[in-house]
């Protein structure tokens, strides 16, 4: 599926290879269009060759497996992640950069923050298919583990540090408890228009969240005072 985050097109990038990429992307667009239409168990790679108008061994010489076809860009986000967190802004912590690029991904209704129009079926899709669900798992371990390694990295963390990977799991699994929230208010029937204020605002508040830190959230209520002379 696209994104605005995809890596640019090299400016030389010869003609074979510019006709190989519009290929793949052009196979990659029908069979994500095939799959949110009629689920994607029920599609064949058979389907998608003739919907595209090629061979099957065409299809495979550009996916590995049929859930490549469904997750077509995973890798160039998980690239970009790591691209942003290597130009972040002087100064700029991690957390910082991913609620500046959320914030940013809202403002344009980007698909990696699920704000745009037909999440709630992205989402139903790959919630129907165990093999999405598994493969959509793996993708995020692996952003998590490109992450962690960047975190080990910038602040010298030895292998037997678990601060990084704890890092990383807590900033994605903030992120895609934002995006699950905006998929199910869309399958509720809500408008990006009606829930877009709440949306900015639930970010605000997760993003401060783990700038702070837990601390005291969600502390138990003191004990009130005993009566005098008891």
Known sequence: MGDEGGRPEPAAL???????????????????????????????????????????????????????????????????????????????????????????????RAYRTGFHEGVEQWVRTVHDSPALTARQREIGRQAQEVLAGLLAEETGAGPDDPTPRAAAAMIFAAQSTLIEEIAERKRAGETLQEMSAD?????????????????????APARPAPPDGK
Do not use: C, W
């Open 199 to 219: 949306v900015y605002a639930a970010a605000d508040r997760v993003f401060t969240l783990l700038e702070r830190g837990l601390g005291d959230y969600a502390a």
């Open 14 to 108: 010869g003609l074979r290879e510019r006709k190989k990429r519009e290929t793949r992307r052009r196979i990659a667009d029908i069979a994500t269009g095939l799959f949110l239409m009629r689920g994607f168990d029920n599609v064949t790679v058979a389907d998608v060759a003739r919907a595209a108008d090629v061979s099957v061994n065409t299809v495979f010489n550009y996916f590995r497996t049929k859930e490549d076809l469904f997750f077509d860009r995973q890798g160039e986000h998980i690239e970009q992640a790591a691209r942003d967190f290597r130009d972040r802004l002087p100064g700029e912590g991690v957390v910082a950069l991913f609620r500046r690029r959320f914030l940013e991904g809202l403002d344009a």
